[in-house]
């Protein structure tokens, strides 16, 4: 169990955490989620003891073993396979290894090759494997999907669900996240929210929480007004005099609740130039290689019609990237031709061309070097679109975070018009809700969308052609990823063959998924329509209120000394009424919320 009790850490002015206290408790699969920048890595810093906080304390138990992905790369031993086992704690389980070394994309051959002849985000894999193989007592992985891809993420995932120890998870992969974790911890305002139940029930409840502040926040300003109003009122008044006093010392002892800051999300839209002819794109016989012998790809046939949703899929360095550069003529292929439509504009997102931006410039003179039409385009207002608003736009580009420059790549897409959207890995280095509003933009662009993503929230929501990277071979499918998953699948992955044989338990799993939500509707009903009631009867009785203390500003102004003590002595009981239902309020809800939590707890024990 980790402990972490009123926790504060800044840098300089920058205030991450304040004051914060959260456990992490036996078994649990903790998602770590908050945007870019509120101090996720910071906090993962914290627990390993390798950053302190300003304030408050972290407690992890004596003889607690913490296991971490180190992107630091150090290799000591001649084979991939001896360097993997180096945190084995048992040397006769080096199966073990070998089974995780496969499940992450290598072969058998690879296991004797040496660490050294790997790309660097095989090189991590290797780091991978060995964290794992060290059967820690809590895994903590910071964005292990930026070096994998679909196939591996979809075998890490069922690893993940399997693992028995404690998890901490930070991926922008919302269906990764969601697909593993029992709980939610999220970075929100400065402060930490724990929930049971995925990224999708935390983001809910924090809505809800946000807008029961907004609403208790505008009631007690308008409770603030109308006491200050009286107070004002009837300060002169001897006979009110103690009335008055009361209402001044009741002012004083309530805190005032400050308005929320609004968060700013990325809020934008592609540019579409419309294109009138159903083909846009013609790709014949198109093949590359770089050394003219082996080849990445060969022979790819594929019409690209104006409104087509294309995923490009498949392991890691077989060739996703390049068939792009291909296409847009930023490589040269050895045969076959591409040929677009004299109306085809292609937008081209590249991931890699972070490395192409100016460090020199501010962000403002970086999307302004990509502006064709100046008449329609404003740098500053497209750099306000990225969330770069007012003197952030000034920022130099050497001193960005990588998703701050990824934002800075889309910016710069958003300045010419286009019809063909070409997309290499959109979703790298950005937080969960800037994937949200990257795919919302792909899904409101009219004109072909041509993407690689090992995202499989995107691969389920995008595509409805497939081009697949599979068993050395390049093959277009024609359907949605689901459909592939169903009709093809990846071949020899081991969670396909697992979730076949589990297929029938699905009916079983459902029923009692069933029982167990018919059951929390049965107990929850009664509480929800206790909830709303009580919502009512406090809507009525400040209504009487309102209209009460209406009557009673009449009635002082007539003089009428009889109606204004019995008003006085009405308004009274009704705000002990009012605050008492408040009361009973926060009680139901807090008790309603629990049986939630106990509820959803154990849907998710059932698997489906």
């Known amino acids: 169990m980790i402990i972490a009790t009123n ?3 800044s840098f300089g002015t920058q205030i991450l955490l304040d004051n914060v206290s959260f456990n992490i408790n036996s078994g649990e699969k903790i998602g770590l989620v908050g945007r870019n920048g509120t101090g996720k890595s910071t906090l993962f810093k914290m627990i390993l003891g390798e950053e302190h906080p300003d304030a408050g304390d972290i407690s992890v138990p004596k003889g607690y073993t913490l296991g971490c992905l180190e992107q630091h790369i150090k290799f000591t031993k001649p084979t991939v396979l001896e360097e993997a086992s180096k945190n084995l704690k048992n040397l006769d ?26 790309s660097g985000g095989f090189q991590i894999r290797i780091n991978l494997a060995k964290v794992l193989s060290s059967d820690p007592d809590l895994l903590m992985l910071d964005e ?9 993420i979809r075998w890490l995932s069922k690893f993940l669900r399997e693992w028995k120890n404690e998890l901490i998870l930070i991926t922008h992969d919302r269906g990764f996240m969601d697909s593993v974790i029992t709980h939610t ?8 929210r724990k929930i049971a139940g995925n990224t999708e029930k935390f983001y809910e409840q924090i809505i809800l929480d946000e807008e029961i502040y907004e609403k208790t926040r505008l009631n007690d300003e308008k409770k603030r007004k109308d006491v200050e109003q009286f107070i004002e009122r009837f300060r002169a008044k001897a006979s009110l005099a103690t009335r008055v006093k009361s209402k001044e010392k009741m002012l004083q002892k309530q805190s005032r609740k400050e308005r929320l800051v609004d968060i700013k999300d990325l809020d934008f839209q592609f540019k579409y130039d419309k294109i009138e002819p159903k083909v846009v794109m013609e ?17 790819l046939n594929v019409k690209i019609e104006k409104d087509d949703r294309i995923a490009i899929i498949g392991k890691n360095g077989k060739g996703k990237t390049t068939l792009l550069k291909v296409i847009t003529g930023k490589l040269p292929q050895n045969t076959g031709t591409v040929k677009k439509h004299s109306a085809a504009k292609i937008g081209y997102f590249e991931q890699t061309n972070i490395q192409l931006l100016d460090d020199r410039n501010t962000v403002e003179e970086e999307i302004d070097c990509s502006i064709t039409d100046r008449s329609t385009y404003r740098a500053r207002n497209i750099a306000g679109l990225m969330m770069f608003e007012g003197d952030s736009a000034l920022k130099k580009i050497k001193s960005l975070s990588g998703g701050e420059k990824s934002r800075v790549l889309l910016g710069k897409l958003l300045c010419s018009p286009s019809n063909i959207l070409l997309l290499d890995e959109p979703t790298n280095h950005f937080d969960m809700q800037s994937c949200d509003s990257i795919l919302e933009a792909i899904d409101s662009y009219p ?12 691969l389920h929501a995008i595509p409805n052609k497939l081009i697949v990277f599979d068993k050395e071979k390049i093959v277009v499918f024609d359907g949605c990823y689901q459909d592939f998953l169903e009709k093809i699948g990846w071949g020899s992955e081991d969670d396909v063959k697992v979730s076949k044989k589990e297929s029938s338990n699905n ?7 069933a029982d167990i939500i018919a059951e929390k509707s049965k107990k929850l009903k009664p509480v929800e329509n206790k909830i709303k009631s009580l919502e009512n009867s406090i809507s009525e009785k400040e209504k009487e209120l309102s209209d009460t203390n209406a009557a009673f500003e009449k009635a002082t102004q007539s003089g009428i000394g009889s109606t204004i003590q019995e008003l006085s002595i009405t308004i009274t009981e009704l705000e002990v009424k009012i605050n008492t239902l408040y009361e009973e309020l926060e009680a139901i809800t807090v008790l309603y919320d629990n049986e939630v939590k106990i509820f959803d707890e154990r849907l998710n024990d059932v698997k489906g």
């Open 7 to 9: 926790i504060s850490k």
């Open 144 to 152: 292990p999907g930026n070096y994998l891809d679909v196939i591996s």
């Open 283 to 299: 790709i014949e016989n198109l093949s590359f290689s770089y050394d003219g012998k082996n080849f990445l790809f060969k022979d």
């Open 185 to 192: 911890i999220g970075i929100h305002r400065n402060g930490i």
């Open 507 to 513: 009916k079983e799993i459902r029923k009692l998924r």
């Open 93 to 118: 389980e080096q199966w073990m290894v070998e089974k995780i070394l496969s499940g992450l994309g290598f072969s058998s051959d690879d296991m004797e090759r040496n660490p050294a002849e790997f």
């Open 447 to 458: 004109g072909a969308v041509i993407i690689a993503t090992h995202n499989e929230m995107f």
